[in-house]
């Protein structure tokens, strides 16, 4: 019997021993087909190693608010707030493309050139994979000169009259940016703020959240992670680009402002409502407790005003008490000299006897 036939044999006896592994990681499958936003769950995130921190002695105080806990010195972030913080960039990714917006994404860590390329495809974005040019945003048309730019329609597609008129035209600003490293591109953040463009960033235990408009708690060391968070931001904007293709097949060519309506869920809003009813309800008690104190307060001053002029009148109607000096106190006024009126007698001589 030969070798083979001995495996074979083997591997037929003992084929319903043991365990086998149905759900296996393939590193290409996140590129080829990333995540969708609605395929978000704990179990994908806790396999992509997104829970996973810091050390302690290296944490950002604000982050605290996205700590879970810590594990032989090293923070734990919650994965249910990076579920509900990539849900809801997700859906800013959405929207601004389903809008038309312009969506930069930005990962110049090495590693994550393929994913960020992978999300701008989708999204039918923009990418940079590269080292950040300072000024890029705010001395655009010195840095990086005339950029060639198109008008298109409704449909993508190009408009040719308008290329000589698009020739002398300042570069066009981004209308969202997707940082998957914020910790190196903290100029490109600067600016990005200096122009009011919003930003969504990879938020680790070591960075400031605070530098960017939508922050996802997560591991940005992990290329796992960051190739999932890429992929449903990628696919959301792809969500949003068919969705306004498919309006513009039927004319709907402006859109509406965006209302909470859009980002919550019904859920959500009954909850927002309860609690919007309970803040007027107690406005109104705390209106009217003012009114009863500015009430209080005025029948309080109006009694002040008016005991003061009774007594000033009482006290005028009374004589004021006169003090008698006794005579035995009082000083001797000094008598004035008179003049001698009577004439002095001549002496008369006395005789000797």
Not at 202 to 214: L, M, Q, S
Request: proline share 8%.
């Amino acid at each position: 019997m030969s070798t083979d036939c001995v495996f074979l044999f083997i591997e037929f006896k003992f084929q319903d021993l043991g365990s086998s592994v149905t759900d296996a990681y393939k590193p290409e499958d996140i590129i080829r087909n990333p995540p969708k936003p609605s395929d978000v769950t704990l179990e994908l995130l806790l396999a992509s190693q997104t829970h996973l921190g810091h050390s302690t002695s290296r944490w950002n105080p604000q982050n605290s608010r996205y700590i879970f806990g810590i594990r032989d010195g090293i923070h734990v972030i919650s994965l249910d707030v990076t579920a509900a913080y990539l849900r809801r960039a997700a859906k800013v990714v959405e929207e601004v493309a389903a809008r038309g917006g312009l969506i930069l994404f930005v990962g110049t860590r090495k590693g994550q050139k393929r994913y960020v390329v992978r999300a701008a495809e989708l999204a039918k974005g923009y990418h940079i994979f590269e080292r950040w040019i300072p000024g890029s945003l705010t001395n655009g048309q010195q840095i990086l000169g005339h950029c060639e730019t198109k008008v298109v329609n409704a449909m993508d597609e190009e408009i040719p009259k308008y290329r000589e008129a698009l020739a002398d035209r300042s570069v066009l600003k981004p209308d969202l940016v997707v940082c998957l490293n914020p910790l190196e591109n903290v100029v490109l953040l600067h600016e990005c703020g200096l122009n009011n463009v919003p930003t969504i960033g990879v938020i680790d235990t070591d960075a400031d959240p605070t530098r960017v408009t939508y922050p996802i708690p997560s591991n940005d060391d992990s290329m796992r992670a960051i190739g999932v968070i890429a992929g449903v931001l990628g696919r959301a904007g792809e969500a949003g680009q068919q969705r306004r293709l498919e309006n513009a097949k039927n004319g709907v060519l402006t859109y509406p402002p965006i209302t909470p309506e859009h980002l919550l869920s019904p859920e959500r809003l009954a909850e927002l409502a309860q609690i919007e009813a309970g803040n007027v309800a107690a406005n109104a008690e705390a209106a009217e407790i003012a009114n009863k104190l500015d009430e209080a307060v005025q029948s309080i001053e109006t009694e002040q005003a008016s005991t003061p002029q009774e007594t000033s009148q009482s006290t005028e109607s009374q004589p004021e008490p006169q003090t008698q000096v006794p005579e035995t106190e009082k000083p001797a006024e000094p008598q004035p000299e008179q003049p001698q009126t009577q004439a002095q007698a001549p002496e008369t001589p006395v005789k000797d006897q």
